[in-house]
């Protein structure tokens, strides 16, 4: 008669099984990262130290490195979480306003209610958070200036497609509309950060597209 197989031990199964899934995280990522982002947003990247992190998003370093890798990889994170959560969707308010010029509005004023929110930080994040970086962080600060001159770009995009439907004139230097566009909003997030109300950020808009005619 031939031997039955030897039986399954089942504690050594089990801690195989344990030692190959590894032991299981203990907090929320999206809500740790979350947090990590509003340090880096209220006080920059310099400024924000591994220290405060970890004692903020209630976890361990290890932790923080396994789960988001370095410091500067942790920031990109926070960006791509700011964007997705934070941000104002040029998309949709260009596809769905009546008209380019009031397209650029609508898109200057959902973006100052964005930066004078009052259980947030004020101003961009994108703006703000590596103003005052130094020459060991470059790289950190090259890769925010890149996601400006994107959103700069897209704006460009949209103003160049209202010129050649006939909504701009042909004689508007669009360049030159989207530049300064893209001042006042960054000039926005500036003064936010300095403590200015909507009301005032929002005559300045209203300033702003009075302009639109000089183009």
């Not at 950190?140 to 050649?164: F, G, H, T, V, Y």
């Amino acid at each position: 008669m031939q031997e039955s197989s030897k039986p399954i031990n089942q504690m050594d199964s089990a801690k195989s099984i344990s030692k190959g899934r590894g032991r299981p995280k203990c907090f929320n990522e999206e809500q740790a990262l979350e947090k990590a982002m509003t340090l880096f947003w209220k006080y920059g990247y310099e400024a924000t130290s591994m220290s405060d992190l970890t004692f903020a998003m209630g976890i361990t370093a290890p932790s923080l490195y396994s789960t988001y890798g370095d410091k500067s990889e942790l920031f990109n994170r926070c960006i791509d979480y700011y964007l997705r959560h934070e941000s104002c969707s040029m998309e949709m308010i260009f596809k769905h306003a009546h008209s380019i010029k009031l397209a650029m509005e609508l898109y200057l004023i959902e973006n100052l209610k964005r930066l004078v929110q009052k259980d947030k930080p004020k101003g961009c994040m994108l703006v703000v958070s590596t103003m005052n970086c130094s020459i060991q962080n470059q790289q950190i600060q090259q890769s925010i200036s890149e996601k400006r001159q994107l959103s700069k770009s897209n704006l460009l995009e949209k103003l160049l497609a209202a010129q050649a439907s006939g909504e701009i004139s042909t004689q508007t230097n669009i360049q030159a509309m989207t530049d300064y566009y893209m001042t006042i909003l960054q000039g926005l997030s500036l003064q936010a950060r300095d403590g200015a109300t909507f009301e005032q950020l929002e005559s300045v808009v209203h300033m702003a597209m009075q302009t639109w005619a000089h183009f």
